[in-house]
Protein backbone atom coordinates (compact mmCIF):
# COMPACT_ATOMS: atom_id res chain seq x y z
CA UNK A 1 0.00 0.00 0.00
CA UNK A 2 1.54 3.41 -0.91
CA UNK A 3 1.00 6.13 1.61
CA UNK A 4 0.87 9.73 -0.16
CA UNK A 5 -0.97 12.13 2.12
CA UNK A 6 0.21 13.11 5.15
CA UNK A 7 -1.57 15.37 7.74
CA UNK A 8 -0.56 17.32 11.09
CA UNK A 9 -3.08 16.93 13.64
CA UNK A 10 -3.69 20.52 14.62
CA UNK A 11 -5.56 22.09 17.53
CA UNK A 12 -8.31 22.56 15.06
CA UNK A 13 -9.02 18.97 14.60
CA UNK A 14 -9.09 17.77 18.29
CA UNK A 15 -12.13 16.27 19.91
CA UNK A 16 -13.14 17.10 23.82
CA UNK A 17 -10.33 14.16 25.02
CA UNK A 18 -7.52 15.74 22.59
CA UNK A 19 -7.41 13.22 20.18
CA UNK A 20 -8.20 13.55 16.46
CA UNK A 21 -11.53 13.71 16.12
CA UNK A 22 -12.97 10.98 14.09
CA UNK A 23 -15.08 12.88 11.57
CA UNK A 24 -12.16 15.06 10.61
CA UNK A 25 -9.80 11.39 10.21
CA UNK A 26 -13.05 10.30 7.97
CA UNK A 27 -13.22 13.71 5.94
CA UNK A 28 -9.44 13.45 5.13
CA UNK A 29 -10.13 9.94 4.58
CA UNK A 30 -13.14 10.47 1.83
CA UNK A 31 -11.37 13.24 0.32
CA UNK A 32 -7.80 10.72 -0.56
CA UNK A 33 -10.07 8.41 -1.87
CA UNK A 34 -11.86 10.41 -3.96
CA UNK A 35 -8.78 12.12 -5.36
CA UNK A 36 -7.16 8.27 -5.67
CA UNK A 37 -10.40 7.50 -8.09
CA UNK A 38 -10.77 10.29 -9.85
CA UNK A 39 -6.67 9.71 -10.90
CA UNK A 40 -7.45 6.09 -11.84
CA UNK A 41 -10.88 6.72 -13.31
CA UNK A 42 -10.16 9.41 -15.29
CA UNK A 43 -13.23 10.87 -14.36
CA UNK A 44 -13.57 14.09 -11.59
CA UNK A 45 -17.72 12.88 -11.48
CA UNK A 46 -17.40 10.14 -8.99
CA UNK A 47 -19.38 9.40 -5.97
CA UNK A 48 -18.57 7.69 -2.42
CA UNK A 49 -21.25 5.31 -2.24
CA UNK A 50 -20.27 2.35 0.31
CA UNK A 51 -17.49 2.78 3.57
CA UNK A 52 -17.13 -0.88 5.70
CA UNK A 53 -16.76 -1.08 9.10
CA UNK A 54 -14.65 1.49 10.61
CA UNK A 55 -11.55 0.11 12.71
CA UNK A 56 -10.15 2.57 14.93
CA UNK A 57 -7.36 1.12 16.63
CA UNK A 58 -5.14 4.21 18.18
CA UNK A 59 -6.03 7.77 18.06
CA UNK A 60 -3.18 10.35 17.22
CA UNK A 61 -2.88 13.53 19.71
CA UNK A 62 -2.15 17.45 18.94
CA UNK A 63 1.23 17.20 16.50
CA UNK A 64 1.34 14.08 15.07
CA UNK A 65 1.46 13.84 11.24
CA UNK A 66 -0.19 10.72 10.13
CA UNK A 67 -0.39 9.25 6.48
CA UNK A 68 -3.08 7.70 4.55
CA UNK A 69 -2.53 4.76 2.59
CA UNK A 70 -5.36 4.02 -0.52
CA UNK A 71 -5.20 0.80 -2.82
CA UNK A 72 -7.41 -0.42 -5.53
CA UNK A 73 -8.87 -3.73 -4.23
CA UNK A 74 -11.59 -4.44 -6.68
CA UNK A 75 -12.72 -2.63 -9.97
CA UNK A 76 -16.37 -3.48 -11.13
CA UNK A 77 -18.27 -1.79 -14.30
CA UNK A 78 -18.71 1.29 -12.58
CA UNK A 79 -16.97 1.09 -9.47
CA UNK A 80 -13.84 1.13 -7.67
CA UNK A 81 -13.59 -0.61 -4.42
CA UNK A 82 -10.68 0.60 -2.35
CA UNK A 83 -8.67 -0.31 0.61
CA UNK A 84 -7.48 2.27 3.95
CA UNK A 85 -5.05 2.29 6.23
CA UNK A 86 -3.87 5.22 8.42
CA UNK A 87 -0.44 5.39 10.37
CA UNK A 88 1.45 7.59 12.44
CA UNK A 89 4.49 8.60 10.19
CA UNK A 90 7.19 8.73 12.51
CA UNK A 91 5.88 5.74 14.73
CA UNK A 92 4.32 3.46 12.14
CA UNK A 93 1.98 2.47 14.87
CA UNK A 94 -1.30 1.94 13.04
CA UNK A 95 -4.40 4.31 13.85
CA UNK A 96 -7.20 3.31 11.65
CA UNK A 97 -8.08 0.28 9.03
CA UNK A 98 -11.34 0.44 6.60
CA UNK A 99 -11.72 -3.16 4.33
CA UNK A 100 -14.04 -1.65 1.71
CA UNK A 101 -14.28 1.84 0.09
CA UNK A 102 -16.92 1.74 -2.83
CA UNK A 103 -16.83 4.81 -4.92
CA UNK A 104 -18.68 5.32 -7.77
CA UNK A 105 -18.13 6.74 -11.57
CA UNK A 106 -20.58 8.72 -12.83
CA UNK A 107 -21.53 9.86 -16.30
CA UNK A 108 -22.58 13.19 -17.57
CA UNK A 109 -26.04 13.26 -16.45
CA UNK A 110 -24.95 11.85 -13.17
CA UNK A 111 -25.93 8.24 -13.04
CA UNK A 112 -23.46 5.36 -12.65
CA UNK A 113 -21.52 5.07 -15.90
CA UNK A 114 -19.12 2.20 -17.13
CA UNK A 115 -15.59 3.20 -16.54
CA UNK A 116 -13.60 0.32 -18.66
CA UNK A 117 -10.68 -0.33 -16.13
CA UNK A 118 -9.86 -3.71 -15.36
CA UNK A 119 -6.34 -2.36 -13.00
CA UNK A 120 -4.42 -0.08 -11.22
CA UNK A 121 -3.06 2.09 -13.96
CA UNK A 122 -0.39 4.89 -13.41
CA UNK A 123 -0.35 8.33 -15.02
CA UNK A 124 3.20 8.01 -15.98
CA UNK A 125 2.40 4.79 -18.21
CA UNK A 126 -0.61 6.78 -19.77
CA UNK A 127 2.25 9.73 -20.59
CA UNK A 128 4.81 7.47 -21.90
Known amino acids: MNFHTRKWVKPEDLNPNGSLFGGRLLEWIDEEA???TI???ENKRIVTKFISE???INAPVQGDIIE???EAVAFGN???TLRCEVRNKLTREDI?????IIMVNLGEDGK???HGKTKIQFVRDRLG
Do not use: M, T
Request: neutral net charge.
Open 54 to 56: INF
Open 78 to 80: SSI
Open 39 to 41: VQL
Open 34 to 36: ALY
Open 68 to 70: IGI
Open 96 to 100: LSIDK
Open 112 to 114: PAA
